[in-house]
C-alpha cells in the first residue's frame, strides 16, 4: 500500500532553519507532483508548497515565498521542504501529500491522492 512518512519536525527558535523530509512508497513516485500541506491548531489545512513530476514547476503560498524551497529527490523517493527564517506563525503539522499526475493542478486538500501523517514543527519566538 502507499505511505508517506514525514521526519525532521521539531522546535526551532524564530529565525532559524528546519528541513522536512517525506519518503514514498508503495507508489510510482516520479509519475506525481508532490505537495507539503499545514494544519495550524484550530485552522484548516492549508497549501505550502508544490513540485511536479520533475522539479521543473514549483509552487508556493505567499506567507511562504522567499524562505521555504520544495524539492524532491526521484531516485530515493523523497520530496524535501527547505524552511529557513522561521517565524511563530509557521508552527503547525506539516502533511506531505501526494497529487493526482505528473502536473500541479490544484492546490486544495480535497485535491490530493495521499496523505501521510504529519511532523510537527513549533517555531518559539
Known amino acids: 500500500q502507499v505511505q508517506l512518512v514525514e521526519s525532521g519536525g521539531g522546535l526551532v527558535q524564530a529565525g532559524g532553519s528546519l528541513r522536512v523530509s517525506c519518503a514514498a512508497s508503495g507508489l510510482t513516485f516520479s509519475s506525481y507532483a508532490m505537495y507539503w500541506f499545514r494544519q495550524a491548531p484550530g485552522k484548516e489545512r492549508d497549501i505550502v508548497a508544490a513540485i511536479n513530476w520533475n522539479g521543473s514547476n514549483r509552487y508556493y503560498a505567499d506567507s511562504v515565498k522567499g524562505r521555504f524551497t520544495i524539492s524532491r529527490d526521484n531516485a530515493k523517493n523523497t520530496v524535501f521542504l527547505q524552511m529557513n527564517s522561521l517565524k511563530p506563525e509557521d508552527t503547525a503539522v506539516y502533511y506531505c501529500?501526494?497529487?493526482?499526475?505528473?502536473?500541479?493542478?490544484?492546490?486544495?486538500?480535497?485535491?490530493?491522492?495521499?496523505w501521510g501523517k504529519g511532523t510537527l514543527v513549533t517555531v518559539s519566538s
Open positions: 501529500a501526494s497529487g493526482r499526475s505528473q502536473l500541479v493542478r490544484t492546490t486544495t486538500a480535497d485535491g490530493m491522492n495521499y
